[in-house]
């Protein structure tokens, strides 16, 4: 094989050509095990900024609008399956959050994706048969990071020093990588949203773009009007060593802590007076070969509220951006080298009764010329930069492996 650009690329067609979206995979993250194999998809909406107008508003109505309201989360319509509408997928990018809460939004995406993506699936009994693999293999060329780890230890000092002037108290930092491709690029994102503990594991595909998923982390899961976040802060190998480290570090706990405080506050705004509780606090879990922190959040929806409230309020995710979280995406924008594209968004599956979006942390995607990936921290008065830059590349190391 030629290894160079390819003119055979994903061979995705318009989504309005309805014949032929069953050649597209169907595999959505946290689409419910009944539901896989058993998808057809039967509408679908794509939104960039230059389409103007209010993304969340436009999410809610397309879905209501294809068998999906989602006026009032704590009182859910019941739904039904089989030959009717099962579900949606919903993608929405960390640039569509910024918007949709009115913060700065950073340097353009390096990757050519929508900002929203909404795929409405009905549920049947005979689904179609599969599509033909394309005969091309898989080549993936050599990673070009979007800045060095000097480029990125010196904007952990920025933030440091932004910090010491009271600006903010926590920032997240996020770098890219790309590298050229030729060949059919799915079967390596469904490797990728194979890995362990990929709670959010599965690929959504567009015209001449994808997406792969491996996250641990829920943004946000409403269940029979239940809210739950489960925040991701702390990171260490995954070794004895690496797991005592992390419970002893009290760096990493005043980080965590400080990010459970702010989507603690992010929930409160929507839901019922007094309900918002920590179910569990700093337990510390497995992902592939990485030990992370993670607290579970919840409370009960307050009466009225409608998907395009819950958007607003949790989009873009306090793990991945930082506190006071306006003032965060503001140094981001400024810091950042080129925009996060399909990571540190959300991305899940939506249903009557129940939405389940993960954070798209652990999250590659692909457009016509390269496949992409991120990876960062947040960053804390204690920060050691250098720590910083090896901490994001042990979190995009399993990532890129799975890409070879």
């Known amino acids: 094989m030629v290894r160079g650009k ?15 979206l069953p050649h597209m995979v169907v595999d959505p993250p946290a ?15 794509q939104w960039r900024p230059a389409d103007g107008g209010d993304p969340a508003t436009g999410i809610q109505d397309f879905l209501t609008d294809h068998g999906l309201p989602l006026h009032d989360l704590a009182r859910p319509t019941p739904g039904h399956h089989s030959h009717t509408i099962c579900g949606a997928a919903l993608y929405v990018s960390a640039t569509a959050g910024t918007l949709m809460v009115g913060g700065t939004p950073g340097p353009p995406s390096p990757a050519d994706l929508p900002d929203i ?19 091309t293999g898989w080549w993936r060329g050599p990673w070009t990071e979007s800045w060095t780890p000097h480029q990125h230890a010196t904007a952990v000092e920025q933030v440091r020093h932004a910090i010491a002037r009271g ?48 996250s641990p982390e829920t943004l946000i899961e409403v269940h029979h009007g239940t809210l739950t976040t489960r925040p991701i802060k702390g ?34 705004r929507i839901a019922a007076t007094g309900s918002v509780r920590v179910d569990d606090l700093f337990a510390v879990r497995r992902w592939c070969d990485l030990w ?20 607003r309020a949790v989009c873009p995710g306090g793990s991945v951006t930082g506190a006071p979280k306006l003032a965060a995406l503001q140094h981001i924008a400024a810091l950042e080298p080129v925009g996060r594209g399909a ?62």
């Open 343 to 404: 990571s540190m968004g959300g991305l899940g599956w939506i249903s009557p009764g129940h939405i389940d979006l993960g954070l798209t942390i652990r999250t590659a995607a692909v457009d016509r010329e390269a496949v992409h990936v991120w990876a960062g921290g947040g960053i804390t008065s204690d920060s050691d930069p250098y720590a910083e830059v090896a901490e994001a590349a042990a979190k995009t190391t399993p990532v890129r492996a799975a890409l070879h």
């Open 292 to 311: 992370q922190a993670e607290s579970t959040i919840r409370a009960q929806a307050a009466d009225g509220l409608s998907l395009a409230d819950l958007l």
């Open 117 to 135: 993506a909404v795929v409405v699936y009905g549920h049947t009994d005979t689904p179609p048969p599969p599509a033909a693999t394309p005969t």
């Open 167 to 214: 600006d903010v108290y926590q920032v997240n930092l996020v770098g890219h990588a790309a590298a050229p491709y030729a060949g059919n690029p799915l079967p390596a994102l469904a490797r990728l949203g194979r890995l362990p503990g990929a709670r959010y594991g599965g690929v959504l595909t567009g015209p001449d773009w994808a997406i792969g998923c491996a």
């Open 235 to 268: 990171t260490r190998p995954a070794t004895r060593a690496g797991h005592a480290d992390l419970l002893a570090s009290a760096k990493e706990r005043a980080e965590h802590i400080m990010i459970v405080d702010l989507e603690r506050n992010d929930l409160a």
């Open 6 to 20: 390819s003119t055979e690329r994903m061979n995705t067609p318009h989504p309005d050509v309805v014949e032929a």
């Open 31 to 45: 689409t419910p095990t009944t539901c896989r194999g058993h998808l057809t998809e039967r509408a679908r909406w």
